[in-house]
């Protein structure tokens, strides 16, 4: 399987310090995004804690069926960002979101914990393949909130699961097979709060990786850039 791959991180225009991370391994072709919250520090330190975490267990349990792989990979991460909130005052509380993709064998594994994204998109249309773990999904969900009504919600950055919040986390794991054309794209809520689909597909699918990314970077922030941003988009080139 050959991919073509390109990713930015932003810091936006209002934060001071940039939270997100992200991992573009095209050897082991495993891409991670995260974005990280708690205290002054924490964030940055347990995203970046979690991108280390996956490409080494990654690396060192490449054996494995890839739906574990992952599974495990983030919960490594979880275990580890865990224990150091745990043994340093500084650092308590902080968690991490994770969006993943491992690709294998004409397929692809996706593992999500919070409300970074993961869509799909081809030359036609674009897909949002993860569901958000955040207070918001669940009310609209449940039909207590229409989907018109998200921007207004006071909780709306409310997530329900993160990735060291706790010693172990659910992780979602999703697999299918991929064509060539499909290009995968993961961010950060700094993106998908402010840019629809629509333009996520025009972006890409117009102006190509590098570009397009970049486009979608500058969207973000001429809209406010009110948290930090990361976009990273693999194409499946041949399978």
Not at 180 to 188: K, M, Q, S
Request: aromatic letters at 6%; proline letters at 1%.
């Amino acid at each position: 399987m050959i991919l073509k791959s390109h990713a930015i991180t932003d810091i936006g225009l209002k934060r001071k310090i940039n939270q997100d991370a992200f991992l573009k391994d095209d050897d082991q072709r495993l891409y991670v995004v995260a974005d990280g919250m708690g205290g002054h520090r924490g964030g940055e330190v347990a995203s970046q804690l979690a991108v280390q975490v996956m490409q080494s267990f990654c690396k060192a349990n490449a054996a494995l069926p890839p739906r574990e792989i992952l599974d495990k990979a983030v919960n490594a991460a979880c275990a580890a960002i865990y224990e150091q909130s745990t043994s340093n005052a500084e650092l308590a509380g902080m968690g991490t979101t994770i969006v993943s993709l491992l690709f294998t064998n004409g397929m692809v594994s996706i593992a999500q914990v919070g409300d970074s994204r993961v869509y799909l998109m081809n030359k036609e249309a674009i897909w949002q393949v993860t569901e958000d773990h955040s207070l918001l999904n669940e009310e609209i969900r449940a039909g207590r909130l229409m989907a018109g009504q998200a921007a207004s919600y006071q909780f709306k950055n409310v997530i329900t699961r993160s990735v060291g919040y706790e010693s172990k986390v659910n992780v979602d794991v999703y697999r299918r097979q991929v064509q060539v054309g499909d290009v995968f794209l993961l961010c950060t809520d700094g993106l998908s709060g402010l840019v629809s689909m629509s333009e996520m597909h025009e972006a890409v699918t117009h102006q190509g990786l590098e570009a397009g990314t970049q486009a979608l970077i500058d969207m973000a922030n001429g809209r406010g850039g009110d948290d930090n941003i990361t976009v990273l988009v693999a194409e499946v080139v041949k399978v």
